[in-house]
């Protein structure tokens, strides 16, 4: 059966997660004085309250999946306060038609989920009636309107239960697409390439290649393309323009000193034992011989990825440091006390201290913090060229006065090379149009630029000079599939004679118990999905674009459906499918409900309340 998830949170956990996360300070209980809805489904009003805490509660719940605060201006550009508002109207649509049926809980159950939920439970975990009506002042709400909203809520889902219960896909469903998807096939193949030529393919003299290019100009087409002058200053221009201090040099120097200055260390395994006794015995395992580190890892259940510490220096290891500093590179130390108890050690490698003077550090200081500062000078002029820009000053003005250096690129949606590398221009390109005036933009590296389209040309008809090379290119690859075609014919002729296909020179390659999933480096576009169209015994001959490729089909294996990975695999797929119909069903009901319900959402009711959580 599908989860309750249709609907909404659970009367004991949705109402009162809502009811204690309260509207915090937000002041939505009474907008201006007498603006207390939003509007009505059918009859029943949405109140400005039950909009506000649902959407504090979704803008908590984002936020605590994010990781971060998210600000209700962010909120917005998601959807969120669409979605919340399409939830609340689908819910009092349920509500009106519950009303209309008739359909509700009675004052006993009622007292039973109001007394069952722990938020109004005395430390003795009986009801406590003063706690009960407090807690529902401090949120807001009388106790004749919680209880109202728990009534709906069982409606709710009394109602959705009577729609979902016995939905259930016909079992044949899920089994026959198990039983397409886990059959497998066993086929022998063999790959033509150029290298499988007889003869060499020789270049096209230009006549060839222009007659080529003059049967299949359709095929030729240049992408749209946008011609775009741009302006560009990138840190690394101006970087032999940045001087820097002896003192600047020294503190960034002071700053990375334990990178420039480390102690000796080692790489070093560590087995930690329970107790002295347990460490002693193994120990003595390792003296005696025939037991090796690596069998006491893993006798342990552990793998040496487990025990690795990576490199260590001496104060890390505490009371071992000695011994392990003392060992030779694959010695076993130990037991010796560790912070987890006692242990043996296994040294691996022995990393000397490392001493990098300032003068020996000094080139690669130079230039980290040159580039630093040119990041930053490039920032600080950035301001004062938007406002040329602004001013009227055109790119190529800019260029001449300043450092930014002027380009120009045909740029398309597969351009990638200089400055269309570059993400940040990628996406100003592909949304600029000839109405926008050049503005200073930053990217990933602190480079700015400025850009303006010169034209735009849509997708055309190539000459011939601008596609030589690409003309070249499918001249050879058809030359090249077209004999290696005329080979695998007759291969292939040879094979359905009986013949293997090593006989035709061929190197053959066998597959067994491979899925519809399968891919195989070299194969054509589409080559499993043949496979699997394919009798027992036929042989079929697939092209690629310079390839060819000849396979039989050995044997088809039916998908064992009583295996507990098939059981398995169409007992979950039963559960999805169960689900999905019933969330489907529930969907159309509830949209049927909404409409014959009819909803009146004033906007500007809405819009009072978002302003509250700016």
Do not use: C
Not at 194 to 217: H, R, V
Not at 378 to 404: I, P
Not at 417 to 429: L, T
């Amino acid at each position: 059966m599908a989860k309750r998830s249709s609907i909404g949170k659970t009367a004991t956990w949705g109402l009162m997660g809502l009811l204690f996360v309260g509207l915090g300070g937000f002041g939505a209980v009474n907008l201006s004085g007498n603006l207390r809805t939003i509007g009505t489904v059918g009859d029943k009003s949405i109140s400005v309250d039950t909009y506000a805490r649902q959407m504090q509660q979704d803008l908590r719940n984002i936020s605590a999946q994010s990781g971060s605060n998210i600000s209700f201006a962010q909120a917005q550009q998601l959807g969120l306060d669409t979605i919340v508002l399409q939830r609340i109207v689908r819910e009092r649509a349920l509500d009106h038609e519950a009303t209309l049926i008739g359909l509700s809980i009675g004052d006993e159950t009622l007292r039973d989920r109001v007394v069952a939920i722990s938020s109004f439970q005395g430390v003795d975990g009986s009801f406590d009636r003063q706690g009960y009506a407090q807690t529902l002042r401090s949120a807001g709400l009388t106790e004749a309107e919680f209880e109202t909203s728990l009534r709906e809520e069982a409606a709710r889902q009394l109602l959705q239960d009577a729609i979902i219960s016995g939905v259930e896909m016909p079992a044949a469903y899920a089994e026959t697409l198990v039983s397409y998807v886990a059959e497998n096939r066993n086929f022998t193949w063999a790959l033509l390439d150029e290298t499988t030529l007889k003869t060499p393919i020789e270049d096209a003299d230009e006549a060839t290649l222009k007659a080529y290019f003059d049967a299949n100009a359709d095929n030729f087409v240049l992408p749209a393309t946008k011609k775009i002058t741009y302006v560009w200053l990138n840190p690394t221009d101006i970087i032999d323009q940045v001087e820097l201090a002896e003192d600047d040099l020294r503190a960034e120097y002071a700053s990375r000193s334990e990178q420039y200055n480390q102690p000796a260390r080692r790489l070093v395994e560590r087995l930690v034992f329970s107790d002295q006794e347990a460490a002693d015995q193994a120990a003595a395992a390792l003296e005696v011989g025939g037991t090796t580190f690596e069998t006491l890892v893993t006798d342990r259940g552990l793998a040496l990825t487990d025990v690795d510490l990576g490199d260590v220096d001496l104060d890390a290891l505490g009371a071992a440091g000695e011994v392990v500093f003392a060992a030779q590179v694959g010695d076993v130390v130990g037991p010796a006390d560790s912070n987890l108890g006692p242990a043996l050690f296994r040294v691996n490698a022995v990393l000397p201290a490392q001493t990098v003077t300032f003068e020996e550090a000094e080139p690669e200081l130079r230039d980290i913090l040159a580039a630093d500062r040119a990041v930053r000078i490039v920032e600080a002029q950035a301001e004062d060229f938007d406002d040329r820009l602004a001013g009227g000053s055109t790119l190529e003005q800019l260029a001449q006065e300043t450092d930014m250096v002027l380009g120009q690129v045909d740029w398309t949606v597969d351009s990638s090379d200089g400055i269309a590398a570059y993400e940040g221009f990628r996406e100003a390109a592909a949304t600029v149009t000839d109405t926008d005036f050049p503005k200073v933009d930053q990217l990933d590296d602190g480079s700015i630029f400025a850009l303006r389209l010169d034209e735009a040309l849509p997708e055309r008809p190539a000459s011939y000079e601008d596609v030589a090379d690409q003309v070249a290119d499918r001249w050879r690859s058809e030359q090249i599939v077209t004999q290696l075609r005329v080979q695998a014919e007759a291969a292939k002729a040879q094979t359905e004679a009986g013949a293997a296909l090593s006989a035709s020179g061929l190197s053959e390659r066998v597959e067994t118990d491979q899925t519809r999933n399968a891919f195989l480096p070299a194969t054509p576009a589409g080559f499993t999905e043949e496979v699997f169209e394919m009798e027992t015994g036929e042989i079929r001959i697939m092209e690629g674009e310079d390839t060819v490729v000849i396979v039989r089909l050995d044997a088809i294996t039916p998908a064992d459906m009583d295996n507990a990975q098939s059981q398995a695999f169409i007992a979950n797929l039963r559960t999805q499918q169960n689900d999905a119909l019933a969330r489907d069903l529930f969907d159309i009901y509830s949209n049927d409900v909404l409409l014959r319900a009819g909803q009146n959402i004033d906007p500007r009711a809405v819009t009072a309340v978002n302003v509250g959580f700016q």
